[in-house]
């Protein structure tokens, strides 16, 4: 998708955790959104030509030293500003207003709003997050809202186009929450509701064949729906001059390789290749147990596999890969804590010669599957559950050996079966086993073992940003623990795990 971004939304990142969420929720009005660091000059939020501003949440409070504070300019830029928790606590106290300390407030809350240009007149349940409220709004606001303990929860100065909020619009707790965002985007900021998947696809096809012009390229492909979107859209762009190359890196689920090669073979009609590298890959990995040194390891490896490759197909001198927006936020970019490297992102080494072209690397999961349906792959593809480009290596923990492999294959199926038949099968975004770099002592066959656990993972989400476990019901998970241990050879235990994201990442490592 072509860097010359279209005119939407710029989302200030303050560190929230819902600042994904919030640039989310405005593409959902079909209105591009763009998260950028706090410290964005205002010329720079012109030369987007953004529409509006949304200045997100933040762990901080606007009184401390070290706060982080935009360039007191962004409150005059030119176009409406929506200040969001931190954000509307800094809006009233760079404006001149009185932010102090309040009572920790973490949940539900009854809001009461008069009748304004972002809340309809009213209560609503709306969900908060602060340990900081504005007391009084500065000079020129209209209070719109309060609760019973927060005496500012919404202001706004329409001649300024500047407001503010308390709560949290973009968490589904807040009734009406989706509509304050539309207001905002669609009402107050003017924007055209034109994000949508046709244009999308447009645009991709026209970034490939510009990049591309009289040349080749080749598509790295696993199967999955993002690798898949990307190869239909470049095959869409190149025709008879891309070369779609699947790497069975030997950490693929259980005959999961012969599936994906399947799956093109059925469904694309341009060259194909798979490469066996499962050795190549296996024995870069050897003795390495910390995780980004494998992602890097992995990408690395990759590299040289399509480097190799695209000089024999051809002189290719571009790489199509289906790079996303989370895998670019989760990689650290300026305006966010690095959390992990992707192996197609922060994984890719220095020394790579090729051109890299990533069509969507500007959407979320969900706006992929909305352009694989609109390019009308099956559901099959658009469907499938997310599978790390590392595969199997992230979800063994420790050092990756060709006998961890297979144990953990076995295990993964069986997860998979008994899901399918569980009934919850239609609510996992991604489920999985993972094999822990630890033993413990059990007993089989009246004999003391001590072997390693495996830990279920299925969880529910929208984009990846956020997961909640799958209340998977019990006597499933007495059937993956008693197939996985009597089946799986080296393995004594299995948990479960319930821990939401955040505080934990959806994979292990």
Known sequence: MSDTRPAGIAVLDFGGQYTQLI?????????????????????????????????????????????????????????????????????????????????????????????????????????????????????????????????????????????????????????????????????????????????????AVAEIREKVGAGRAVCAVSGGVDSCVVAALASRALDDRLTCIFVDHGLMRLNEADEVEAVFREHYDCRFLRVNAGEQFLGALAGVTEPEQKRKIIGAEFIRVFERLAREVGECDWLIQGTLYPDVIESGNPMAAKIKSHHNVGGLPEWMRIGVIEPVRLLFKDEVREVGRELGLPDTIVERQPFPGPGLAVRILGEVTPERVRTLQQADAIVREELRVSGVWDQVWQSYAALLDVRSVGVMGDTRTYENPVVVRAVASEDAMTAAAVRVPWDALERIATRIVNEVKGVNRVLYDLTSKPPATIEWE
């Open 23 to 203: 640039a989310r929720r405005v593409r959902e009005c079909r209105v591009f959104s763009e998260i950028v660091p706090f410290s964005t000059a205002p010329s720079g939020i012109r030369e987007r030509g953004a529409r509006g501003v949304i200045l997100s949440g933040g762990p901080e409070s606007v009184y401390a030293q070290n706060a982080p504070r935009p360039d007191m300019g962004i409150f005059s830029v030119g176009v409406p500003v929506l200040g969001i928790c931190y954000g509307h606590q800094l809006m009233a106290h760079t404006l001149g207003g009185e932010v102090s300390p309040s009572e920790r407030e973490f949940g539900a809350a009854e809001l009461s709003a008069a009748q304004s240009r972002l809340l309809p007149e009213g209560k609503r349940r709306v969900w908060m997050s602060h340990g900081d409220q504005v007391l009084a709004a500065p000079q020129g606001f209209a209070v719109t809202a309060q609760t019973p303990t927060c005496p500012v929860a919404a202001m706004e100065n329409v001649e300024s186009k500047l407001y503010g909020v308390q709560f949290h619009p973009e968490v589904s707790h807040t009734e009406g929450g989706q509509e304050v965002i539309h207001r905002f985007v669609l009402d107050v900021c003017g924007c055209e509701p034109n994000w949508t998947p046709a244009r999308l696809i447009d645009e």
